[in-house]
């Protein structure tokens, strides 16, 4: 089974930053495309990054210029950076393989998500 830990979410004001972690085993991370998703209570999973094994990196509009993912091969490790926080970016974050092709989650399991609430 493939498992993804993500972490380092947490409660900030409007405006501030927060480093995501996803933690992947069982996988040969090196070679997959990793993407970032988020889901708020009632709406529907939403991409925000991916970021292919090459590192070519696509942001969804709403996230664009404030968020950057990265990824740690060594670590088998995808890192996403959210600075500029607003409130409708409050969600619980996911990670999860992509299919480059779609744009689709690849693997079936999600890892429990990290929650992020942006308020003041």
């Known amino acids: 089974q493939v498992q993804l830990v993500e972490s380092g979410g947490g409660l900030v004001q409007p405006g501030g930053s927060l480093r995501l972690s996803c933690a992947a085993s069982?996988?040969?991370?090196?070679?997959?495309?990793m993407g970032w998703y988020r889901q708020a209570p009632g709406k529907q999973r939403e991409l925000v990054a991916t970021?292919?094994?090459?590192?070519?990196?696509y942001y969804a509009d709403s996230v664009k210029g404030r968020f950057t993912i990265s990824r740690d091969n060594a670590k088998n490790t995808v890192f996403l950076q959210m600075n500029s926080l607003k409130p409708e970016d409050t969600s619980v974050y996911y990670c999860?393989?992509?299919?480059?092709?779609?744009?689709?989650?690849?693997?079936?399991?999600w890892g429990q998500g990290t929650q992020v609430t942006v308020s003041s």
């Open positions: 999860n393989a992509v299919q480059i092709a779609t744009m689709s989650p690849l693997f079936g399991s």
């Open positions: 069982r996988i040969i991370f090196s070679i997959y495309a």
């Open positions: 970021i292919t094994s090459s590192s070519s990196t």
